[in-house]
C-alpha cells in the first residue's frame, strides 16, 4: 500500500475517534511523561489500536495518543516515541510526525533526555536545541514516493524555530530556569557511546547526544511546520570519567528535571 493511503487511513480513524482541529503536537521522550497530568484529556488510544501505527517496545514509553486541552490550546501528544534502535525504519519513526501534521497542528514541541558532551552542562540542566548532527546514518526524508509529500532537497539552514527558540529562553529567563542552549547530535543506539565516540563527539562540537529527534525535526522541515526541541540532560559523557550508566538513576534524572521543562512548554504554548 502506497504511503499516502497508509496515511490516510490512520488518519481517517483518528478523526473517527475525535481526535480533531489539534493546534500543537508534542512528542514526550525517555522518562518524560509528566505533562500528561496537566492536560484536560478528551480522548485517548494505544499506538496498537491505531491502524499502521508502529508500536512503542521500549519500557520507558507508554505508546499512547493524546488529544485534550493544555494552556487554552488544543494539543495532540505522543506519549512514546520509535526509534531506529527499535528495529524500525526512518519512515516509521516518524510516522506520528506526520499523522498529527495531517490532523491540523501548526507547530511541533518535541523533548527528549540526553547525554551531555559539553562538560560545562550538568545532569539536570534542560538544552534548547539549536542545532543538530545527524548521526544515525540515514534519513527520513529517502524514500521513492517523497514528491508526493513534498520537496526531495529540504534546505536545513533553521530546522529549530526561531520565534519559538526565542520565546522558549525569554519564558526561562522570566522563571529563573537555567536553559543551556547547543547542537544536539543524533546516533543510533542502543548501545551507549565508547570513551573514542564521547571524544568524537567533542571534537565535532556536539553538546548532547541522545538516539531521537533527528529524524522527527529533519520531517517538520519538510512539511514546513515549525518546531522546538528541548534535551532534558540526565548524565555527563566525559570521557576522561567515565562512570558505568545507571538507566534507572537517568530516568529518576528526567523525572526530577521534567516540571521545569513542563512549565516552559506550557507557557510557550500560550504564547503561540
Not at 501548526?106 to 558532551?117: D, Q, V
Not at 534546505?155 to 520565546?167: F, I, Q
Not at 522563571?175 to 543551556?180: A, E, K, M
Request: a negative charge.
Amino acid at each position: 500500500m502506497k504511503k499516502q493511503q497508509l496515511l490516510k487511513e490512520t488518519t481517517d480513524f483518528l478523526i473517527s475517534k475525535g481526535f480533531k482541529n489539534p493546534a500543537i503536537g508534542i512528542v514526550l521522550g525517555t522518562g518524560l511523561s509528566q505533562l500528561i497530568n496537566e492536560i484536560d484529556i478528551e480522548q485517548e488510544i494505544a499506538y496498537s489500536d491505531i491502524p499502521h501505527f508502529p508500536k512503542a517496545t521500549v519500557e520507558f514509553h507508554t505508546g499512547k495518543l493524546i488529544l485534550g486541552t493544555l494552556s487554552g490550546k488544543k494539543v495532540i501528544v505522543m506519549s512514546g516515541r520509535f526509534h531506529l534502535y527499535e528495529g524500525y525504519n526512518q519512515w516509521e519513526v516518524t510516522y506520528g510526525i506526520r499523522t498529527m501534521h495531517r490532523l491540523g497542528i501548526s507547530n511541533l514541541l518535541i523533548s527528549n533526555a540526553a547525554g551531555a558532551i559539553n562538560l560545562s552542562y550538568q545532569k539536570g540542566d534542560l538544552m534548547l536545541i539549536e542545532d543538530h548532527l545527524n548521526l544515525q546514518g540515514g534519513s527520513p526524508l529517502a524514500f521513492a514516493e517523497i514528491n508526493e509529500f513534498g520537496e526531495r532537497f529540504v534546505d536545513m539552514l533553521a530546522p529549530y524555530s526561531k520565534t519559538m527558540n526565542d520565546l522558549l529562553k525569554a519564558i526561562a529567563k522570566k522563571n529563573d530556569i537555567r536553559l543551556q542552549e547547543g547542537t544536539y547530535a543524533g546516533v543510533y543506539g542502543p548501545q551507549l557511546e565508547t570513551r573514542a565516540e564521547y571524544r568524537m563527539l567533542q571534537i565535532l562540537e556536539a553538546d548532547a547526544v541522545g538516539m531521537s529527534t533527528v529524524p522527527e525535526v529533519i520531517v517538520a522541515k519538510h512539511l514546513k511546520l515549525p518546531c522546538a526541541a528541548i534535551s532534558v540532560l540526565t548524565d555527563e559523557c566525559d570521557p576522561k570519567n567515565l562512570a558505568p550508566v545507571n538507566i534507572h538513576e537517568i530516568i529518576e534524572i528526567a523525572e526530577k528535571t521534567e516540571p521545569k521543562m513542563l512549565l516552559l512548554f506550557k507557557e510557550l504554548i500560550q504564547k503561540l
